[in-house]
């Protein structure tokens, strides 16, 4: 099983990002996804998540702001992030869980500059 994360970079407060993650090797339609994240220093920590019948949840510091969405006919979710603040700059984890299986994908840095 393979995910692979795209969509990161620098943005200044305010703008945008959507991150990407597509999966490989595994069935993605049954899957829960999420994204989580960990910045410099910090404990990783749930960002949103979404089942596998698309319902989603949001942590509080993102909710309003950030949009979680999945493609099953292209195995992918996309975390939508909008009105990005310095707070948000974190590496972006990307995960697949089905019952005890979990996967992760490598990260992707966002770095939003104030």
């Known amino acids: 099983a393979q995910l692979v994360e795209s969509g990161g970079g620098l943005v200044q407060a305010g703008g945008s990002l959507r991150l990407s993650c597509t999966a490989s090797?595994?069935?993605?339609?049954?899957?829960?996804m999420g994204w989580y994240r960990q910045a410099p220093g910090k404990q990783r920590e749930l960002v949103a998540t979404?089942?596998?019948?698309?319902?989603?949840m949001y942590a509080d510091s993102v909710k309003g702001r950030f949009t979680l969405s999945r493609d099953n006919a292209k195995n992918t979710v996309y975390l939508q992030m909008n009105s990005l603040k310095p707070e948000d700059t974190a590496v972006y984890y990307c995960?697949?869980?089905?019952?005890?299986?979990?996967?992760w994908g490598q990260g992707s840095q966002v770095t939003v500059s104030g």
């Open positions: 995960n697949a869980e089905a019952g005890p299986l979990k996967y």
């Open positions: 090797g595994i069935f993605f339609s049954i899957h829960a």
């Open positions: 979404i089942t596998s019948s698309s319902d989603t």
